[in-house]
Structures are given as structure tokens and as C-alpha cells.
């Protein structure tokens, strides 16, 4: 078993940043790929950027390539997800979740196992 928990949210203006972090415990978790989805009201959940385990290769959803950056720190049990100019369409509820398979490149839901239970992020025009 994983346990993700995320932090970092909140609420920003237009064109802020932030960076969310995703704190795992349980297992070693550098066998793990991470991935950051995001789910605004009323919409589906959608895949946002993931990182391998070891080796930490970045991939991410073709929209958020510039503007996110995410990294992760394996002896502290941690994935970030940085947020740079950001929009107001970014306001989502935004999930962590993790993978056992070190170098795969997951970017859909159902091939994650385990989930954190979200942090809010809201950005003001």
C-alpha cells in the first residue's frame, strides 16, 4: 500500500504560481511513477504531467507542457507539481496518484492504483 497525501493548494490570482506537493509513505516509493491529473466542476478528470520512478523522466498532457513542471525528491517521498502562469481555467481539483512500475509512461486514470484526495487550487481572473 501507498499513502499520497497533496498540499499546496489555494487560491491565486491570474498569472501566480504555485507548486503542489504530493507526500507518499508505505512502500519504496522511487519504484513508483507519479501522476498529477486535475478535475475542474463538472468536467471529467484529466491526466496533467507524470515522472518516472528512478530515472525521473517527465511527460505530460500536450496543453500543460510550458507553463508546469513536475519533478520529484525520492528520498523525501515526494513528487511537486510547479505551476507558472496561471489561468483561470486551471481552478481544478488537482489528485496525485502512483503507479508501481518504475519507467512506464501512464497518462490514463485506470492505470494508476493508488490516489491522494485532492487539493483545490482556484485562480481568479
Known amino acids: 500500500q501507498v499513502q499520497l497525501v497533496e498540499s499546496g493548494g489555494g487560491l491565486v490570482q491570474a498569472g501566480d504560481s504555485l507548486r503542489l506537493s504530493c507526500t507518499a509513505s508505505?512502500?519504496?516509493?522511487?519504484?513508483?511513477?507519479v501522476g498529477w491529473f486535475r478535475q475542474a466542476a463538472g468536467k471529467e478528470r484529466e491526466f496533467v504531467a507524470g515522472?518516472?520512478?528512478?530515472?525521473?523522466?517527465?511527460f505530460y498532457a500536450d496543453s500543460e507542457k510550458g507553463p508546469f513542471t513536475i519533478s520529484r525528491d525520492n528520498a523525501g517521498g515526494t513528487v511537486y507539481l510547479q505551476m507558472n502562469s496561471l489561468k483561470p481555467e486551471d481552478t481544478a481539483v488537482y489528485y496525485c496518484a502512483a503507479v508501481l512500475g518504475g519507467s512506464g509512461y501512464y497518462a490514463r486514470e485506470d492505470e494508476y492504483q493508488y490516489w491522494g484526495q485532492g487539493t483545490q487550487v482556484t485562480v481568479s481572473s
Open positions: 515522472i518516472t520512478g528512478r530515472g525521473g523522466t517527465t
Open positions: 508505505g512502500r519504496t516509493f522511487s519504484n513508483y511513477v
